[in-house]
């Protein structure tokens, strides 16, 4: 099965600088890969995600890039704020279906 | 994206007792629906896909006679962990699938003392 690995487990940045989160994926056919942002106690948010036909996707201060030959993606967040700070998670997704998640990212923003 | 509820948000029930976790789709009709558990600083681990009329599909480890699952309607589908116990403590969070990506309700914290 598909299997996804994240990096690193925990950030720290200054408040204004940039965060980049890695995801590598086994599966050549996972075809989608969604980033969401868990605050403490509340489920997580989509906050973005790609499609394996498409290389970078931006909104605002968030883009993911995909590279499928290397299989890996990553999150990037420019001018981090303090609410910014939660716990990341990457996903891939071959059939829309079953998600395998990475083991998540906690971001602390540094005011 | 779509809108996922979950009731109730937290719970404590004595050991021995069952407890029912409710996962409504409100703004589309959800023939699937996923149910995880999640334990402090861990990832989402998923126990079983929920699916309208038919039973629900457990992962491997999962027991379906301890988390008894229920898709009565396209907008419901409900959890029941069965005569709880302190281990069976954890975050309990439901998500359906729209437009090809799953969205997340807020989470039931359980808490068995």
């Known amino acids: 099965g598909e299997n996804v690995e994240q990096h690193p487990s925990t950030l720290s940045v200054q408040e204004g600088d940039s965060a980049v989160i890695k995801c590598t994926y086994s599966?050549?056919?996972?075809?989608?890969f969604p980033w969401y942002k868990q605050e403490l106690g509340k489920g997580p948010q989509l906050i973005i995600d790609?499609?394996?036909?498409?290389g970078e996707k931006k909104d605002q201060r968030i883009a993911v890039t995909l590279n499928k030959t290397a299989k890996h993606f990553s999150l990037h967040i420019t001018e981090t704020q303090p609410e910014d700070s939660a716990v990341y998670f990457c996903?891939?997704?071959?059939?829309?279906?079953?998600?395998?998640f990475g083991t998540g990212t906690s971001l602390t923003v540094i005011p | 994206g779509a809108v996922v509820s979950q009731h109730p948000s937290w719970v404590i029930c004595k050991s021995g007792t069952s407890v029912k976790i409710e996962c409504r789709s409100l703004?589309?009709?959800?023939?699937?629906m996923f149910w995880y558990r999640q334990f402090p600083k861990q990832s989402l681990m998923l126990m079983a896909t929920?699916?309208?009329?038919?039973?629900?599909?457990?992962e491997q480890g999962v027991e379906k006679d301890k988390f008894l699952i229920n898709h009565a309607s396209l907008t419901l589908s409900t959890l029941t962990v069965t005569s709880a116990h302190p281990e069976d403590s954890s975050f309990y969070i439901c998500?359906?699938?729209?437009?090809?990506?799953?969205?997340f309700g807020p989470g039931t914290r359980l808490l068995v003392l």
């Open positions: 929920s699916n309208e009329g038919s039973k629900a599909t457990y």
């Open positions: 998500s359906n699938m729209g437009a090809g990506t799953q969205y």
């Open positions: 703004d589309f009709q959800a023939t699937t």
């Open positions: 790609i499609r394996s036909n498409v």
């Open positions: 599966d050549s056919a996972s075809n989608y």
């Open positions: 996903a891939a997704s071959k059939t829309g279906n079953q998600f395998y």
